[in-house]
Nanobody, 126 residues
Framework: QVQLVESGGGLVQAGGSLRLSCAAS????????MAWFRQAPGKEREFVAA????????DYGSSVKGRFSISRDNAKNMVYLQMKSLKPEDMAVYYC???????????????????WGQGTQVTVSL
């Protein structure tokens, strides 16, 4: 099993940038494909970005493509989400998620991930 802890959320003005981090512990991190999801109040949890175990494959939700970038450092057991040109509609709780898998297929459905962090709040002001 892997334990996930997000950090880096906060308040940012529209148009600004923020980098989220997710620290993994407990199991060999390179065995896991990772992803970021987000959930705004009253809405379903939404796919944001995914990355394969070796970072060879990445995928993004349509609403963040071109603005967000996912990366990982297997030596440090970390996964990151760099967010640029933030909009008020990006405001949500952001969750780090993991699933065992050393393939190159990215999964975009929350049901496909077995491990979740507690979330970090991102607030975007006008």
């Amino acid at each position: 099993q892997v334990q996930l802890v997000e950090s880096g959320g906060g308040l940012v003005q529209a148009g600004g940038s923020l980098r989220l981090s997710c620290a993994a512990s407990g199991d060999r991190f390179s065995n896991y494909a990772m992803a970021w999801f987000r959930q705004a109040p009253g809405k379903e949890r939404e796919f944001v970005a995914a990355i394969s175990w070796s970072a060879g494959t990445k995928d993004y939700g349509s609403s963040v493509k071109g603005r967000f970038s996912i990366s990982r450092d297997n030596a440090k057991n970390m996964v990151y989400l760099q967010m640029k040109s933030l909009k008020p509609e990006d405001m949500a709780v952001y969750y780090c998620a993991g699933r065992v898998g050393r393939d190159y297929i990215t999964r975009t459905h929350k049901e496909e991930y077995d491990y979740w962090g507690q979330g970090t709040q991102v607030t975007v002001s006008l």
